[in-house]
């Protein structure tokens, strides 16, 4: 079992939500410097989430995901808000190791199709955020969908993703 510390990231700040509800939880401090302590305990990669993108589709947080990817030297999965090939391409030509998909996959099956044909699937991750009735939600959390958890799965592991990320969302 590997154990991925997450950096979650909102107007610049790391912190962290109850239930993805901005607001609630706790802010954390400086990314990068978390980013850096986590690496310093021995994490062998990391999950960075932009989670003011992940609510809108715009990369807000880029800025401090890319201080992030220069740097840690451990590997890095980057996540929220990409739903179009720039935003995915952005990240990995900055040193993410992989993507996480979640939204734009949900809502545009084609846009992971095209992802597949440029990137292959050793990039792509999927994430599969689910509430406790066992449907996936999306857009950060506040939508909900009519897609159960296990169908997608199934649906998606025949495209030989990097990895599924599953998300409880209701704790």
């Given at each position: 079992?590997?154990?991925?510390?997450?950096?979650?990231?909102?107007?610049?700040?790391?912190?962290?939500?109850?239930?993805?509800?901005?607001?609630?939880?706790?802010?954390?401090?400086?990314?990068?410097?978390?980013?850096?302590?986590?690496?310093?305990?021995?994490?062998?990669?990391?999950?960075?989430?932009?989670?003011?993108?992940?609510?809108?589709?715009?990369?807000?947080?880029?800025?401090?995901?890319?201080?992030?990817?220069?740097?840690?030297?451990?590997?890095?999965?980057?996540?929220?808000?990409?739903?179009?090939?720039n935003s995915?391409?952005?990240?990995?030509?900055?040193?993410?190791?992989?993507?996480?998909?979640?939204?734009?996959?949900?809502?545009?099956?084609?846009?992971?199709?095209?992802?597949?044909?440029?990137?292959?699937?050793?990039?792509?991750?999927?994430?599969?955020?689910?509430?406790?009735?066992?449907?996936?939600?999306?857009?950060?959390?506040?939508?909900?969908?009519?897609v159960k958890?296990?169908?997608?799965?199934?649906?998606?592991?025949?495209?030989?993703?990097?990895?599924?990320?599953?998300?409880?969302?209701?704790?």
């Amino acid at each position: 079992m590997e154990i991925i510390p997450s950096v979650d990231i909102s107007k610049g700040r790391c912190v962290k939500r109850v239930r993805g509800v901005e607001g609630t939880g706790l802010e954390v401090g400086d990314p990068v410097e978390t980013a850096l302590h986590w690496e310093s305990e021995g994490a062998t990669r990391l999950h960075v989430v932009d989670l003011d993108a992940a609510a809108s589709g715009k990369l807000v947080n880029r800025e401090v995901v890319e201080k992030i990817l220069k740097e840690v030297s451990i590997p890095v999965q980057v996540g929220g808000g990409i739903r179009d090939f720039n935003s995915a391409s952005y990240y990995l030509e900055r040193g993410a190791s992989w993507i996480v998909l979640g939204t734009g996959i949900l809502e545009k099956f084609r846009f992971l199709i095209g992802l597949l044909d440029v990137l292959g699937s050793e990039k792509i991750i999927a994430a599969l955020d689910y509430g406790s009735d066992g449907f996936l939600v999306k857009r950060g959390w506040t939508a909900k969908t009519d897609v159960k958890l296990l169908d997608f799965a199934q649906h998606l592991d025949g495209f030989k993703l990097a990895a599924f990320l599953c998300t409880y969302t209701s704790l």
